[in-house]
């Protein structure tokens, strides 16, 4: 059984740019979550997602949104990328609301 | 408010030492989920264990086992005989469910203490 997918691995955006993280949760999964993980703050919750509907969000500028797809798929973009960007972000998904949830192995973004 | 608190930031022992990791809450709720998750070099978050706060049996899975006491809002989580695979970040995590809970309510976002370093020497 495949696990959550995050491509891609490892980006290196420059300030000011724009990104997209994309995230596929195992099969049969409807929610899907974001967070984001740097030395300083720690693991930090980003958005939740649930049959294409945002539950949940995080305390995060309005440069960072998301989306999920109808193939419970979903996209995370950072707008205009600060240095303070950095960090690994980790996609997590679960079958329905009461389930734990199982992480992707993230993807390293890295501003310069 | 929510909070995890992991007062060990790092652990070092040598293997098959016995290792205690702990885990302090704060929640208002009375309907909450505790977690643990190991995070190895790699980063992926591997999920260990889920309790529901109105579930305070202790569980033993193989070499781990979990003690959740309410009445001190503790999770802890003990490796037995620990083996140098155990080296990893550990994170325990708090959440509260809320939302309709018959049709995807949602298991809220996850409060994540800091982690502690487990680091097991041969």
């Known amino acids: 059984k495949a696990g959550v997918t995050q491509t891609p691995r490892y980006l290196i955006k420059t300030r000011g740019q724009q990104v997209t993280l994309s995230c596929s949760p195992i099969?049969?999964?409807?929610?899907v979550s974001w967070y984001q993980q740097t030395p300083g703050q720690g693991l930090q919750f980003l958005f939740e997602?649930?049959?294409?509907?945002?539950?949940n969000k995080g305390n995060f500028p309005g440069r960072f949104s998301g989306r999920q797809f109808s193939n419970s798929r979903s996209e995370m973009n950072v707008s205009t990328l600060e240095l303070g960007d950095s960090a690994l972000y980790l996609c997590?998904?679960?079958?329905?609301?009461?389930?734990?949830?199982?992480f992707g192995s993230g993807t390293r973004l890295t501003v310069v | 408010a929510q909070k995890v608190t992991q007062a060990q930031t790092e652990i070092s022992v040598v293997e098959k030492e016995d290792v205690t990791l702990d885990c302090v809450y704060e929640?208002?709720?009375?309907?909450?989920?505790l977690f643990w998750y190991k995070q190895p070099p790699s980063g992926e978050l591997v999920f260990l264990i889920r309790?529901?706060?109105?579930?305070?049996q202790n569980e033993i899975s193989g070499r781990y086992s979990w003690n959740f006491q309410k009445s001190t809002s503790s999770f802890n989580f003990t490796i037995t005989a620990s083996q140098v695979v155990d080296s990893a970040v550990y994170f325990c995590?708090?959440?509260?469910?809320?939302?309709?809970?018959?049709?995807?309510?949602?298991?809220?976002?996850?409060?994540f203490g800091k982690g502690t370093k487990l680091s097991v020497k041969p």
């Open positions: 995590a708090l959440s509260e469910a809320s939302g309709d809970m018959n049709y995807g309510g949602s298991q809220g976002n996850l409060i």
């Open positions: 929640t208002r709720d009375t309907t909450y989920y």
């Open positions: 309790r529901n706060s109105f579930d305070e």
């Open positions: 997590a998904s679960s079958p329905r609301w009461d389930y734990g949830y199982t």
């Open positions: 997602y649930f049959s294409e509907t945002q539950r």
């Open positions: 099969s049969g999964h409807r929610s």
